[in-house]
């Protein structure tokens, strides 16, 4: 079966400082795989999504990057996190179809100070 | 800009109860729609998918579509207070999913 994991959990970073959360999805290959936020209070925003290794497409403009190095990994980035930057990240993987739905990894809670 | 509307609730239901939520789309072209749930501090867990017109049905919980009216909904029978949480209703805008911003369900016993 296939698994997502996620890390780290939690994370508190002072503002200015670099980010690096991971992906990686276990028994599967070529995933859809994407970045989602979700600030308090608000809905899911899609950040990145990538279909496959070093394809990365951004939805919005923003401090963050993404990487896919390898193909069941996909990597979060910022060299300096502004306030803004807090939420809720999800990792997701899904299928190649349209028709698929997504699983979630158990996210970060990012708190920028 | 495509979109999905959702109550943001918060709904209230006793226990035992057919609770009722209710999302509206933007996209007409729209194929794919999915209910998530969302407990608090979690991340979201696929319950439901549709993609054809009409009622689909599993266990307590039951998902309508009406692409004419561009609207889905998801009704919990029997509802429990392990069912309190948060749903998200969701479509494929193309490259990926778009969500709604999630309806509050609280059930009381």
């Known amino acids: 079966s296939q698994t997502i994991h996620q890390w780290p959990a939690t994370l508190v970073q002072p503002v200015g400082s670099p980010l690096s959360l991971e992906c990686t999805v276990e028994?599967?290959?070529?995933?859809?795989l994407y970045w989602y936020r979700q600030a308090a209070g608000r809905g899911l925003q899609l950040l990145f999504y990538?279909?496959?290794?070093?394809?990365i497409s951004s939805e919005v403009p923003q401090n963050l990057s993404a990487s896919r190095p390898q193909d069941r990994q996909f990597i979060l980035s910022s060299k300096k996190l502004l306030l803004s930057d807090s939420g809720f990240y999800l990792c997701?993987?899904?299928?190649?179809?349209?028709?698929?739905?997504?699983?979630f990894g158990s996210g970060t809670r990012l708190t920028v100070v | 800009q495509k979109e999905v509307e959702q109550n943001s609730g918060p709904l209230s239901v006793p226990e035992g109860a057919i609770a009722s939520l209710n999302c509206t789309y933007s996209?007409?072209?729209?194929?794919?729609f999915f209910w998530y749930r969302q407990y608090s501090g979690k991340s979201p867990e696929l319950i439901m998918s549709?993609?054809?017109?009409g009622d689909k049905e599993d266990g307590r919980f039951t998902a309508q579509l009406n692409k004419a009216s561009q609207y889905v909904s998801l009704l919990i029978r029997d509802s429990q207070p392990s069912d309190s949480a948060t749903y998200l209703c969701?479509?494929?805008?193309?490259?990926?999913?778009?969500f709604g911003k999630g309806t509050t369900l609280s059930v009381s016993s």
């Open positions: 990538s279909v496959g290794i070093g394809q």
């Open positions: 969701a479509t494929q805008g193309g490259t990926a999913l778009i």
């Open positions: 997701a993987w899904s299928g190649t179809g349209l028709d698929y739905g997504y699983t």
């Open positions: 549709i993609y054809s017109n």
């Open positions: 996209d007409r072209g729209s194929q794919s």
């Open positions: 028994g599967t290959s070529n995933p859809n």
